[in-house]
């Protein structure tokens, strides 16, 4: 039996990680800054947290996700499709940067494309 996604990356560490570099990214795109204005310190450390939480059940590792759907989430942002595709870029960026062989990176970015419609409005 193959591992899972989740250990192929590395576990809870390296998707924790990511994440830190993913983030900073996104706040910082002209673009995507939009959504983490006016939001408060903890608020984002928490949306951090589910993210991490989110990522790593998705990836099939032992983490248990208790936030919301990603349509639910993600529903009156007015996420459009720019939008979508500078998050892209900010992702590949950040899968560049620690080196994530291809197999793996297949497989985020294929899980990734497989939320998009619950995502993008």
């Not at 193959?2 to 998707?15: K, N, T």
């Not at 910082?28 to 589910?50: C, N, P, S, T, Y």
Request: proline share 3%; with cysteine.
């Amino acid at each position: 039996m193959p591992d899972s996604l989740y250990a192929r990356l590395g576990g809870y560490d390296a998707i924790s990680a990511v994440v830190d570099d993913l983030l900073p990214r996104l706040q910082g795109d002209e673009r995507l800054a939009r959504f983490w204005r006016h939001r408060g310190e903890d608020g984002v450390r928490r949306e951090k947290q589910l993210l991490v939480n989110y990522l790593c059940s998705c990836a099939g590792g032992p983490m248990h996700y208790v936030g919301r759907d990603m349509k639910t989430s993600h529903l009156g942002m007015g996420i459009d499709d720019d939008d979508w595709r500078t998050f892209i870029v900010h992702l590949e960026a950040t899968l560049d940067r620690f080196d994530v062989p291809a197999s793996e990176r297949a497989d985020v970015l294929g899980f990734i494309g497989s939320i998009r419609q619950d995502v993008v409005d």
